[in-house]
């Protein structure tokens, strides 16, 4: 069974403080997507990135950087030099391929940037 | 990018009502629409996938005939919650997806039901 497990319920760190986001997933299919959104007060959700499971590459984008680790199943997200803007729901997600593209969502961690 | 749409952003009826949304893509094809539901401080819970043209099929516990899903069009799929009730209060979002992007589903803004 496909499962995401994001520990952090709540983060709060002051403002350009670096902060990451765990994420843990279990499924038994070798190909899978994993999924980082970003849901602000407004409700709309907001895609951050797509990995699949043979992309073990990190990736960074701006002040975003993903970790993704097979060997330990993680997917983790690190935001650094936060800012006041950045506080939000931030749900990791997983889509096991050939599930008719069903998305499983983690409960998600409310982060709050403190200023 | 791809757009979903969703109206009404928010409504609010009365309870033994029935409400419909509607999720649409606005500039492509979605062979392919979802139904999530979000209680408050939770996280999204899948309630129904719709292909165009056939049957929703629903995740387990979720009843079918309160939630009508109808896929009509590559365009639109509608959600109607029959004989609402409070406990149906929640943000209702859709999330779209064709066959040229696997696996990845482009969300709508979300519907906020509340029922008195």
């Known amino acids: 069974a496909q499962k995401v497990t994001q520990a952090q319920t709540e983060i709060s760190v002051v403002e350009k403080e670096d902060v990451t986001l765990d994420c843990v997933y279990e499924?038994?299919?070798?190909?899978?997507?994993l999924f980082w959104y970003k849901q602000p007060p407004s409700g709309e959700l907001v895609f951050l990135i797509r990995?699949?499971?043979?992309?073990?590459q990190n990736e960074i984008s701006g002040r975003y950087s993903w970790n993704f680790q097979k060997s330990t199943s993680s997917f983790n997200f690190t935001i650094t030099a936060s800012q006041v803007v950045d506080s939000a729901v931030y749900f990791c997600?997983?889509?096991?391929?050939?599930?008719?593209?069903?998305?499983?969502f983690g409960k998600g961690t409310r982060l709050h940037i403190l200023p | 990018g791809a757009v979903v749409s969703q109206h009404p952003s928010w409504v609010i009826c009365k309870s033994g009502t029935s409400v419909k949304i509607e999720c649409r893509s606005l500039?492509?094809?979605?062979?392919?629409m979802f139904w999530y539901r979000q209680f408050p401080k939770q996280s999204l819970m899948l309630m129904a996938t719709?292909?165009?043209?056939?049957?929703?099929?629903?995740e387990q516990g979720v009843e079918k005939d309160k939630f009508l899903i109808n896929h009509a069009s590559l365009t639109l799929s509608t959600l109607t919650v029959t004989s609402a009730h409070p406990e149906d209060s929640s943000f209702y979002i859709c999330s779209a997806s064709s066959a040229s992007s696997y696996n990845e589903q482009f969300f709508g803004p979300g519907t906020r039901l509340t029922v008195l």
């Open positions: 990995r699949n499971s043979f992309d073990e």
């Open positions: 499924t038994r299919d070798t190909t899978y997507y």
């Open positions: 997600a997983l889509s096991e391929a050939g599930r008719d593209d069903k998305i499983i």
């Open positions: 719709s292909n165009e043209g056939s049957k929703a099929t629903y």
């Open positions: 500039d492509f094809q979605a062979t392919t």
